[in-house]
């Protein structure tokens, strides 16, 4: 049982979470944990919070505290689990994804009907390349929940990466009827029905993107590539630079970017993102 203090703590701790206050939520967290260090919930919640903001380091190590403590909670692994795959796509360290699909495994002994597990270990084979098994896990997950949106467009992005294109429309087909406002995964389809050589599809499906999340570079980006494949330099050039306005990472993306090759040997395309 919880003391009185602990709980209070606790409780608030989840509301300032709720909120958007992780700063707050993590303070009130810690000061359940400095008032009893004996239950694992307390660095669970605050372990979720720092997912939130991205420490995943913390993260991890609040999860490992909270499994040491409660050694039989399905979720915490699970949650550990979706640390080591945000780590792994930043590092693109291949040990990190192992490390979640053992979390995803032991998850799912404890918790057969975990789908959330499910589609975190089938991130976990795409970040390794296994696409197959990828399929297979987003498969399961949406066998036990069939209104994950999430799932079907993960699923659909494997297919896109096995070149898969049908199939990969159908899932994202899926995915903006349980969710609309999907901004993602209409700049996905859009970039499959470039693929496609559909491009006035592509464009709407842009479009809508850039209605939904007028500041994710995504859509502008693809948007270029889409330009640039069909030989308008000049609207593949406009394209890319608002997409390096709303994220940097774009120029570098460019450099080596297999679309722009009809960009390659223009002044302005090297202006904006320096020699390869």
């Not at 997912?51 to 692994?77: H, R, S, T």
């Amino acid at each position: 049982m919880y003391s009185n203090y602990t709980l209070a703590y606790m409780n608030r701790g989840t509301a300032w979470a709720e909120k958007g206050e992780y700063s707050k939520a993590i303070a009130d967290f810690g000061d359940a944990i400095r008032l009893d260090q004996s239950h694992a919930s307390p660095y669970h919640n605050r372990g979720r919070t720092y997912m939130d903001i991205g420490e995943y380091e913390k993260a991890i190590a609040d999860y490992d505290k909270a499994i040491l403590l409660n050694p039989d909670e399905a979720k915490a692994y699970s949650d550990r689990g979706n640390a080591w795959v945000k780590k792994g796509q930043e590092s693109r360290d291949v040990v990190c994804y192992e490390r979640s699909i053992a979390d995803y495994n032991h998850a799912l002994v404890l918790d057969p009907n975990n789908a959330r597990a499910y589609t975190g270990r089938g991130a976990a084979w795409d970040g390794k390349g296994d696409y197959d098994k990828a399929i297979t896990d987003y498969g399961e997950a949406l066998r036990l929940n069939q209104k994950n949106p999430g799932a079907y467009y993960n699923r659909g992005n494997v297919y896109y990466r096995k070149g898969e294109y049908d199939s990969a429309l159908a899932d994202y087909e899926v995915a903006i009827a349980l969710k609309p406002d999907f901004a993602l995964a209409y700049s996905n389809r859009g970039l499959t029905w470039a693929r496609k050589g559909n491009y006035e599809q592509a464009i709407a499906d842009y479009d809508r993107a850039l209605v939904l999340m007028p500041n994710f570079s995504g859509p502008y980006y693809n948007r270029a590539r889409l330009e640039a494949i069909c030989g308008r330099i000049g609207n593949a050039l406009e394209w890319l630079a608002r997409a390096i306005e709303k994220d940097a990472m774009c120029r570098e993306y460019a450099k080596t970017e297999p679309d722009f090759v009809s960009l390659r040997g223009d002044s302005r395309f090297l202006a904006s993102v320096g020699n390869p």
